[in-house]
């Protein structure tokens, strides 16, 4: 494990309690989200296994197993799969790494991965979309949330809490050049202005809908 991968599990230990309290119902103030997961669980309705990546302490994918959607959690960080699975005895939640899935290629009929990639700098978003593109199965739907801009964020406190955190925002046109270089295709991409301030970090929100090409496509 690389001392970048090291700090973030333990930062996220050591905040997981205090993070959980916090965001486990975000959900329900934010209307797009929703639709968006909802817009996600319907492409994927009984095609396979769905992957919530990042999960955190499991509150997308308790938004998607009640749409119906066949769903585990992954996560870094020990503390934060015990909060998902105290919250969600009925969802497996396992650890993992996602620039290194420990998953069978073409196994998943989709991942959400919501502010999963926030850690990671620009060199590595190639990886983690590779490693995305092989996992899925043909057709197969990524939905994913970034914060847009260009800066980068360092939280040495969090709910304090020490930790030792960089946060990566992206441009989408950033974003969407590497997924279609993992060999996805973009389906739709939609930006949106912040919620209110108590509701979420005050920055621009962008999702992006990718589908693995389905290997009879011949366009």
Known sequence: MSDAI??????YDRVADEYT???FDELQSKPLDRQLLT??????????RVCDLGCGPGHVARYLRDAGVTVF???????????ARKLNPDIRFTEGNMLALEL?????????AF??????PQESLAVVFREMERVLQPGGVLLLAFHMGNEVIRLEEL???P??????????????RQIELAGLRIEEVIERGPYAPEVEYQSRRAYIFARKPDSTSHD
């Open 39 to 48: 817009q996600f669980a319907a492409e994927i309705a009984g095609r396979g």
């Open 21 to 23: 309290r916090h965001i």
């Open 159 to 161: 709910w304090d809490q």
């Open 73 to 83: 959690g992954l996560d870094l960080s020990t503390r934060m799969l015990e909060q």
């Open 104 to 112: 069978a290629d073409s196994t998943l009929a989709g991942i959400a």
């Open 163 to 176: 930790v030792s955190l960089d946060f990566f925002f992206f441009e989408p046109s950033v974003v969407r």
């Open 6 to 11: 090291r700090s973030i599990r333990e930062s």
């Open 115 to 120: 502010y999963a990639i926030v850690h990671l």
